[in-house]
């Protein structure tokens, strides 16, 4: 039996959780779940995701609780590769992608990995991931079996991406590697690289003969534009080259727990992409098949109308622009509120970085006595969710800030 089963260990973040939970200030703050939140600390419902929740619910034609077709609900897929390649992209024109629906970002890259260790040729590859990189990058990936290496990405002293390492380290990964790389709002750090440095990676790629996954969390909640947040994905269909993509809704549609996702396949343009893309969706179908019969149904369904109705949609890039600007908002407030207690260091980088988290470089030590003496609660990486920040707490995270660097 299974009597002698070892105990794992708690995910990092349910540690931070129980801490939180037990802190008994009525002045505490938690930094630490990627879940956005509006200026009164609440969850926001997004209003385009509410309006289309509402037709959901008035219109009595949908077979709503039958199961979903096993690769997703086609109106769901078809508009999120829409919105994640460009509705006018050349690979959706000539049949080179192929796009289904799964638990959310997480389950995209659960089922990618899956699809490469089972059919790239063997010897199972290698994956790169960037260090850091959110935690379950690794997990996910090992829990499959491939072999995770890290690619050096960003630079604690300068706190600034460390582009050449990247790059040379990739060059000397072997041909026929799995690289990881975050499409926008990179997690933890908030650095992305620019449009040359991705047109670089695009060209190593290519050379190197390496296997891109693109994992796209944060597409319009990065800069407010869903264009410009899928920068790095049109580079590389541009080039013509193979590749997956894991995509999430959850924090754009603020859908978290409803699981809506996609995972994408995008076949190298040559003549027979679209007979590659029929017999991977074939094989895709079975992984599903056997890991969960179908996906869920409202959270996509839901997300399908907003997608499908062009005035939600277009709500729907103003409720982005709300998000975003609000981040950005508090990036500036707290940077701000350090240089006016002129604590020590530089605080730039709070402003240099994007989307939903701050690297604010503090030390695992510091970040320990910001939970013990000031109530505010973040991981010891430093990492910081900055909608977390808002008008009413800014300044006193600030003034602990400042107490513990100055410690
Ligand atoms: N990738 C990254 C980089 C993320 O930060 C997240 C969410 N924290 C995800 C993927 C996937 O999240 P979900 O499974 O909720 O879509």
Request: glycine share 6%; with cysteine.
């Amino acid at each position: 039996g299974l009597a002698t089963i070892p105990k794992a260990p708690a995910d990092f973040l349910m540690g931070l959780k129980k801490d939180f939970l037990a802190d008994e200030s009525t002045q505490k703050v938690a930094l630490v779940v990627g879940a956005y939140r509006d200026d009164k600390g609440r969850p926001w419902r997004v209003p385009a995701v509410m309006e289309a929740e509402k037709r959901y619910f008035e219109d009595s034609s949908y077979f709503k609780h039958e199961y979903s077709p096993i690769l997703g609900i086609s109106e769901f897929t078809h508009a999120a590769s829409q919105v994640l390649l460009g509705k006018d992209s050349p690979a959706l024109a000539e049949g080179r992608v192929c796009s289904v629906q799964t638990l959310s970002g997480t389950g995209a890259l659960h089922i990618g990995a899956l699809l490469l260790t089972r059919f790239l040729p063997s010897p199972t590859p290698w994956a790169f991931v960037p260090a850091p990189t959110w935690h379950l990058h690794r997990q996910c990936f090992e829990h499959v079996g491939l072999t995770v290496k890290d690619y050096p990405y960003y630079d604690g002293v300068t706190k600034s991406l460390t582009f050449s390492a990247m790059e040379s380290a990739l060059r000397s990964a072997p041909p026929g590697s799995v690289v990881l790389l975050q499409v926008c709002a990179h997690n933890p750090t908030g650095l992305d690289l620019d449009e040359e440095q991705w047109r670089l990676i695009v060209s190593l790629v290519q050379e190197q003969r390496l296997f891109p996954f693109l994992d796209c969390a944060y597409q319009g909640f990065a800069s407010g534009s869903l264009t410009k947040d899928n920068l790095a994905i049109r580079l590389f269909i541009e080039a013509g080259v193979e590749m997956v993509i894991a995509q999430s809704f959850s924090k754009t549609m603020g859908l978290y727990g409803q699981r809506v996702g996609c995972f994408h396949y995008v076949a190298a343009a040559h003549s027979d992409a679209p007979g590659v893309v029929e017999r991977v969706a074939s094989q895709l179908a079975i992984l599903i098949r056997s890991e969960m019969s179908a996906a869920p149904s409202y959270g996509p369904r839901v997300a399908s109308i907003v997608l499908n109705d062009s005035e939600l949609y277009a709500e729907w890039e103003r409720n982005l622009v709300t998000m975003s600007s609000r981040i950005t908002e508090m990036r500036w407030k707290l940077r701000q509120e350090l240089e006016k207690l002129e604590t020590p260091g530089t605080w730039k980088h709070l402003t240099d970085q994007i989307g939903m988290f701050g690297f604010t470089g503090l030390t695992p030590a510091q970040c320990q006595r910001m939970k013990s003496k000031h109530h505010i609660h973040l991981p010891s990486s430093g990492r910081m969710s900055i909608s977390d920040l808002n008008t009413a707490n800014v300044a006193r995270v600030a003034m602990s800030i400042d107490e513990v660097v100055r410690w």
